[in-house]
C-alpha cells in the first residue's frame, strides 16, 4: 500500500503542479499574487492536497508524528469525502459548462476523475476499518462550511467566485445560501455513507474465517 500511496501521490502533485501553471501562467507581480491566492480558493485544490499529503505521508514518513496524524482513519475519511464530493459536483454539474483542452483537460481529469477514483482504493484497502463512528460526520462538515464562509467573504472584495454555484454576485445570497444547505447535506448523506461502509467492511473482515493452516 506505500507504493500505491506513492503512484496516488505522485499523479495528485502532478495534477496540482500543472493547474498552477495553467492558472499563473504569463504572470507575474500582483496579477500573479491574485492568481496564486485563487489557485489556494479552489475546493478541488484544497481537496486534491489533502488527499496528496496524505499519500505521501503513507508513502514516505508513515511511522512520524505528522504520517500518524495523517493516516488516521477520521482524517483519511475526511480526504475521501472531499475528493469525492469534488469528483460527483465536476461530473454531474461543471462538466457540461466547458470542454477544456490539451494540458487542461489532462489535469481535470487527473484532479477529478482519476485522484478520488485511486484513493477510494487506497482507502478501501489500506486504511483501518471498525473506528470510525457516526460522531464524525458533523467534524468533517466544518471544513466545507468554512471554505463557503470564506468564499462569500472574499468574492465581493477580489470580484471573483471559484464556482458558479456560489457565486453571490450572480445569484443572490438567498440562491446562493440555499445551494451551500444543499451542499452540506450531500456532505453529509455522504459522510454517513463512509461511516456505513467502513463498518460493514470492519464486520465482514471480522467474520471472515481463518486461512487455512491459522
Do not use: C
Request: avoid cysteine; aromatic fraction near 16%.
Amino acid at each position: 500500500m506505500r507504493l500505491y500511496a506513492a503512484l496516488i501521490a505522485v499523479v495528485a502533485w502532478a495534477g496540482l503542479a500543472g493547474q498552477y501553471y495553467l492558472i499563473t501562467r504569463g504572470t507575474s507581480g500582483p496579477v500573479f499574487l491574485f492568481r496564486t491566492v485563487n489557485f489556494f480558493s479552489y475546493f478541488t485544490i484544497l481537496s486534491n492536497i489533502f488527499v496528496a499529503l496524505v499519500t505521501t505521508a503513507t508513502a514516505i514518513v508513515p511511522r512520524s508524528a505528522i504520517g500518524r496524524v495523517l493516516m488516521r482513519p477520521g482524517v483519511a475519511a475526511g480526504a475521501l469525502l472531499y475528493v469525492a464530493i469534488t469528483g460527483l459536483i465536476y461530473f454531474l454539474v461543471l462538466r457540461h459548462l466547458w470542454q477544456p483542452q490539451g494540458l487542461q483537460f489532462w489535469v481535470d481529469a487527473i484532479q477529478h476523475y482519476a485522484v478520488p477514483i485511486l484513493f477510494l482504493g487506497f482507502w478501501l484497502f489500506g486504511v483501518i476499518k471498525g473506528r470510525l463512528t457516526v460522531d464524525v460526520v458533523p467534524k468533517l462538515l466544518v471544513f466545507p462550511l468554512l471554505f463557503a464562509g470564506y468564499t462569500l467573504i472574499r468574492g465581493p472584495f477580489a470580484g471573483w467566485y471559484p464556482y458558479p454555484f456560489i457565486d453571490a454576485g450572480e445569484l443572490g445570497y438567498g440562491t446562493v445560501a440555499a445551494n451551500i444547505v444543499f451542499l452540506v447535506a450531500g456532505f453529509g448523506v455522504l459522510g454517513f455513507l463512509i461511516v456505513g461502509i467502513d463498518r460493514l467492511i470492519a464486520r465482514l473482515r471480522n467474520a471472515a474465517p481463518p486461512p487455512p493452516g491459522v
